[in-house]
């Protein structure tokens, strides 16, 4: 089973529900939106004006209820790592937890007009990319494999929302 959480306000819990409806098809598992919202001030870095991903992901370890299901927390904040500038997310490699922004995903983060189903689009990529790698799965070298590495919203925009046939093996095996 795979669960949806919200971490800190702005996400809506329809947006967390049709995120859910995505992720069943994809990885043909039950997904559930969990009530409530997890605060994420305690990852906050002042200096920086952003939320310490892995401080994320060590608190959504202590609240996952099984280690054989996957928690993912969606967030609307700017998300970072100590050696990059900013993450859209991270997870635990061949663990359960993972976290995923909206916020650089977001057109009017670019200065442009809001456009809701590519947000939609991008953030069901960045969230089957984590999951992905919560089952195992490191960075893919085919572009349009959903497990490519992205370092631009440009590049999630260009890989589809789906495993390779070597990705897609390796998630079933």
Not at 7 to 31: I, K, M, Q, Y
Not at 57 to 78: F, K, W
Request: charged residues 25%; proline residues 2%; negative net charge.
């Amino acid at each position: 089973m795979i669960e949806l959480v919200a971490v800190g306000e702005g996400v809506g819990r329809e947006r967390l529900e049709s995120l859910a409806a995505e992720l069943e098809g994809t990885f043909r598992t039950s997904c559930r939106v969990r009530d409530g919202v997890m605060d994420a001030r305690f990852a906050h870095n002042p200096k920086r004006g952003q939320y310490h991903s892995t401080a994320i992901l060590e608190r959504l370890q202590s609240i996952s209820v099984n280690g054989s299901s996957r928690l993912l927390g969606i967030t609307a904040v700017d998300l970072f790592v100590p050696i990059f500038t900013f993450v859209f997310g991270e997870a635990q490699l061949a663990g359960n937890c993972g976290v995923a922004s909206l916020y650089r995903l977001s057109e009017e983060h670019y200065g442009l007009p809001a456009d809701e189903d590519k947000l939609r689009d991008r953030l069901t990529k960045e969230a089957v990319h984590e999951l992905g790698h919560t089952y195992g799965l490191r960075h893919c070298e085919d572009w349009q494999c959903v497990m490519a590495s992205s370092h631009s919203v440009e590049l999630v925009d260009v890989k589809s929302a789906r495993f390779c046939g070597e990705c897609a093996r390796a998630l079933k095996s």
